[in-house]
T-cell receptor, first 117, second 112 residues
């Protein structure tokens, strides 16, 4: 049963600490998205990759956030230093992008709930 | 004005009722997703459609590209359908790249 795996599921940390969230996309998918969900803003796109190359990270605060795909089986989202306003649920999703359009369903991970004190 | 608007924001109904959730968008899109988020937080993609209608069990999704409008219908609703339903559109921003834009979600509660 293929699924997107995210770790950690929950993270509580203090302001100023580094936080790294990891995502294992579904094997064969070439597109990975990072989203953030808060009560106030709903779901927001932070960044996404196609074939491991970053295509759009305009939704991400560049001074403290960074997203990478060191290989096809791992995507990371790092926050350094973390701030209380970063508290949210961070979702990873993967799919298959063909000729500029997602050719199938999007599959979401279960999310990483981050609390920054 | 949000690029994707859903209505209603909240909906409470009795078990068995026919449910309709609407989504209107203002951007050019290549596809539209309906997502379901349960109270536990997990998100499941229900449908991806770019034209016409799709049906899966008691769920039906329709889209009218000309009117920039989509609807999600649930027939014979059940308490387990209680969730937040989110409309998301794929907004083409540059060639080969797409941005997923989300509606604010519709919170559906089905009472037994």
């Amino acid at each position: 049963d293929a699924r997107v795996t995210q770790t950690p599921r929950h993270k509580v940390t203090e302001m100023g600490q580094e936080v790294t969230m990891r995502c294992q996309p579904i094997l064969g998918h070439n597109t990975v998205f990072w989203y953030r969900q808060t009560m106030m803003q709903g779901l927001e796109l932070l960044a996404y990759f196609r074939n491991r190359a970053p295509l759009d990270d305009s939704g991400m605060p560049k001074d403290r956030f960074s997203a990478e795909m060191p290989d096809a089986t791992l995507a990371t989202l790092k926050i350094q230093p973390s701030e209380p306003r970063d508290s949210a649920v961070y979702f990873c999703a993967s799919g298959f992008l063909l000729s500029g359009s997602l050719s199938g369903e999007l599959f979401f991970g279960e999310g990483s709930r981050l609390t920054v004190l | 004005k949000n690029e994707v608007e859903q209505s209603p924001q909240n909906l409470t109904a009795q078990e068995g009722e026919f449910i309709t959730i609407n989504c209107s968008y203002s951007v050019g899109i290549s596809a539209l997703h309906w997502l379901q988020q349960h109270p536990g937080g997990g998100i499941v993609s229900l449908f991806m459609l770019s034209s016409g209608k799709k049906k899966h069990g008691r769920l039906i999704a329709t889209i009218n590209i000309q009117e920039k409008h989509s609807s999600l219908h649930i027939t014979a609703s059940h308490p387990r359908d209680s969730a937040v339903y989110i409309c998301a559109v794929l907004d083409s921003i540059i060639q080969g790249a797409q941005k997923l834009v989300f509606g604010q979600g519709t919170r559906l509660t089905i009472n037994p």
